[in-house]
């Protein structure tokens, strides 16, 4: 019996401390182009709290379009923040594993084919405090070789 209190309080308490750091978790929107393949994109973002001095962990789920085909790109990255001075601007850089799916034609009657893979992103980019941002990703493995992305944390 005293376990299962204790799985309870445990249980209780992680959820606790998830809610309060979802209520200082932001999220925003983003769109841009990248290359190989050739797409526009668009999709959200969420930045966390820094976890550890100045370091965040920045989900983002992006679908592209064109090319021929339609991908969904989940991005787990984490990011550096370094202030600049005397301005309203800080740089950040970041890395972070990524799920890419890719579905192929099917748009004109033929077949469609999916296709899914792992990659890598390397990052940097340049916040506002306000929220607005543009970003530069280079990938690697299956992710798309280059991004330009702008966007607006709230």
Do not use: W
């Not at 750091?21 to 999709?43: K, L, N, S, Y």
């Not at 099917?106 to 607005?132: C, H, I, M, Y």
């Amino acid at each position: 019996m005293i376990k299962k209190r204790m799985v309870l309080l445990l249980g209780m308490l992680m959820c606790f401390a998830a809610a309060g750091a979802m209520a200082e978790t932001r999220f925003g929107v983003r769109a841009g182009a990248g290359v190989d393949p050739d797409q526009f994109h668009f999709g959200g973002h969420l930045v966390s709290e820094p976890l550890l001095a100045n370091l965040t962990f920045r989900p983002n789920l992006e679908i592209g379009v064109g090319s021929d085909l339609t991908g969904v790109a989940a991005n787990f990255e984490f990011a550096y923040g370094i202030p600049l001075p005397k301005r309203d601007l800080s740089l950040y850089i970041g890395a972070g594993p990524a799920l890419n799916v890719y579905r192929f034609g099917g748009s004109d009657g033929r077949e469609s084919d999916t296709d899914a893979g792992g990659g890598f992103n390397v990052l940097v980019g340049l916040e506002q405090s306000k929220g607005l941002m543009a970003e530069i990703k280079v990938g690697m493995i299956d992710s798309p070789e280059f991004k330009f992305t702008v966007g607006y944390t709230f």
